[in-house]
T-cell receptor
């Protein structure tokens, strides 16, 4: 059974204080690993897809990396508008579903 | 371009009542799915469809029905609501297999069953 574990559950940072969010996963055949951002009362918003170990993708202050067992979402010099819950999910070659973690709630303090 | 539209945004049902959650997308996406989101459990797949006329069960299908008569619409039916179905429901769509593109999610329906 595919599993995704995200840590920490919650993270509070000062504006400009860089950090990383962790996503550990087990999947029998990784088709893709996804990062989403979710704001309160809204649906998840797609950020990145990573397909193989060693791959990296960047968008503004966010950079996602992937190893064979985990993915990191690095946030550099965050701003208050980066406050959100960040979700990690994996897709398996064997089915059509995404398996989600429970998310990291990120708060950036001005 | 509206993306994925879900209605209603909020709903309160009594135990035993039935209702349909609506989902429509205007992106001509083949793949559509329904997820529920509960505190501490992450998003879980209820049902999905890989094209008009084709549906399949996900991780937590009991108590829900779906149909896909058109590419655009993918309604979710609650047959006899139970308090355990209190949740936030998200519809999502994708132009291709889930591994190639990220899903586009709707804004959700918050359902309370009393």
């Amino acid at each position: 059974e595919d599993q995704v574990t995200q840590s920490p559950e919650a993270l509070r940072l000062q504006e400009g204080e860089s950090s990383s969010l962790n996503c550990s996963y087990t999947v029998s055949g990784l088709r893709g690993l996804f990062w989403y951002r979710q704001d309160p009362g809204k649906g998840p918003e797609f950020l990145f897809t990573l397909y193989s170990a060693g791959e990296e993708k960047e968008k503004e202050r966010l950079k996602a990396t992937l190893t064979k067992k985990e993915s990191f979402l690095h946030i550099t010099a965050p701003k208050p508008e980066d406050s959100a819950t960040y979700l990690c999910a994996v897709a398996n070659f064997g089915n059509e579903k995404l398996t989600f973690g429970t998310g990291t709630r990120l708060t950036i303090i001005p | 371009n509206a993306g994925v539209t879900q209605t209603p945004k909020f709903q309160v049902l009594k135990t035993g009542q039935s209702m349909t959650l609506q989902c429509a997308q205007d992106m001509n996406h083949e793949y559509m799915s329904w997820y529920r989101q509960d505190p501490g459990m992450g998003l879980r797949l209820i049902h999905y469809s890989v094209g008009a006329g084709i549906t399949d069960q996900g991780e937590v299908p009991n108590g829900y029905n779906v149909s896909r008569s058109t590419t655009e619409d993918f309604p979710l039916r609650l047959l006899s609501a139970a308090p355990s179905q209190t949740s936030v429901y998200f519809c999502a769509s994708s132009s291709a297999s889930v591994g190639n593109y990220g899903y586009t999610f709707g804004s959700g329906t918050r359902l309370t069953v009393v």
